[in-house]
């Protein structure tokens, strides 16, 4: 007998990224209005867009749940070295309760650990309780409440804080930062950013003492102080739709942040499977983690 609640779960290819889109953003968009919250992503489109762009990453793993020949989900995760971080986990709204998120993310963990990893990250937006529940369930553990920034760009310069471009010859001090931030480096990332001229450094006393990918969704940041945080925010010259995350434990960044006319646009929680070590400085998650 055929269990019907069991799907089908194969490695996802670049041809499903549109229907994997349409569903993410259905998904996303009909969890968020059932609590009067603006969707992650603002269009089909963009779903589609943003899935064909991580579909097209080496570093970029997809799996895709399947019931009656169709796709019903999918689940995705990237290699970012020690870390692998999670995202996005959707299911088709008409396939929901039927387990295939849970399948879904078991079968995300047991690729990750056949790869290794040293720790499972993601970012969940902490309204779905349901969610939420999943991840601890599988082992997650709640590390950081987040808040989700907007707003325009704030063009505030700080005393002693040079901000400026990052190039592949900061890489290694930049490394350096995330290691003494995190305990580990985020370099796949870091040269993504690079390359497409978003990354950007602060510099005290001519020494790097933090950087920033972009401020943006999948954007993260690292920094030796909050003021260093502050300097790479302020200096920003784009803030991309629907934000950024930042963690609302650091009363003095946030506050900051809300002075200068951001704005919350939801809240989020960054849960972690794995290695963990308490941050040492300040930083921003990206939405993988």
């Not at 999918?74 to 999670?86: E, K, L």
């Not at 901000?163 to 870091?190: I, K, S």
């Not at 020494?207 to 920003?236: C, K, N, P, S």
């Not at 963690?247 to 646009?265: D, I, K, Y």
Request: net charge negative; glycine share 10%.
């Amino acid at each position: 007998m055929v269990d019907e609640h069991v799907a089908t779960l194969r490695p996802a290819a670049p041809a499903d990224a549109d229907e994997c889109g349409r569903i993410c953003y259905e998904a996303f968009h009909a969890i968020a209005a059932a609590h009067g919250f603006a969707p992650d992503f603002p269009s089909i489109e963009f779903a589609q867009l943003v899935l064909n762009m991580m579909l097209g990453r080496a570093n970029v793993t997809g799996v895709v749940a399947e019931r009656d020949g169709r796709i019903a989900g999918s689940g995705f995760f990237s290699d970012g070295g020690a870390i692998a971080g999670v995202g996005p986990i959707t299911v088709d709204p008409a396939a929901q309760d039927g387990s295939i998120g849970r399948q879904v993310m078991q079968r995300i963990l047991e690729l990750c650990a056949e790869r290794d990893f040293v720790g499972v990250r993601l970012v969940q937006a902490a309204y779905h309780c349901r969610s939420m529940a999943l991840y601890a369930k599988l082992g997650f553990v709640v590390r950081e409440p987040l808040v989700c920034l907007q707003g325009m760009p704030l063009g505030i310069t700080l005393p002693g804080f040079a901000v400026r471009p990052a190039t592949h010859a900061d890489l290694e001090a930049c490394n350096a930062v995330c290691f003494r931030v995190h305990g580990h480096v985020r370099q796949t990332e870091l040269l993504e950013a690079m390359a497409q001229g978003s990354a950007t450094l602060v510099a005290r006393q001519g020494r790097v003492t933090g950087y920033l990918t972009a401020l943006a969704f999948f954007g993260h940041g690292v920094g030796e102080t909050t003021l260093d945080m502050q300097a790479l925010i302020g200096a920003a010259s784009f803030i991309l739709d629907p934000g950024f995350f930042l963690p609302s434990r650091n009363a003095e960044l946030f506050q900051w942040c809300l002075a200068h006319g951001l704005r919350v646009t939801q809240p989020a929680t960054l849960m972690t499977l794995g290695l963990y070590a308490e941050p040492v400085g300040a930083y921003l998650p990206s939405v993988m983690y």
